[in-house]
């Protein structure tokens, strides 16, 4: 199952994809092993979208 996907938007200047990444809300797995381990991982980073 996707994570993050990513929705183009356009083209900018000088070619670049425009877009936006975002969380489907799906938390994976491997989160809580990472917890474990001592890796901390925000719940909010699967919450979210980041525009490029």
Known sequence: QDIFLFEKRGIGA???????????GIRPKFAEKLKVSGIAVPASLFDHSQEV
Do not use: D, K, P
Request: glycine share 28%.
């Open 14 to 24: 000088g070619g670049r994809v425009l877009g936006r990444f975002y969380a489907t």
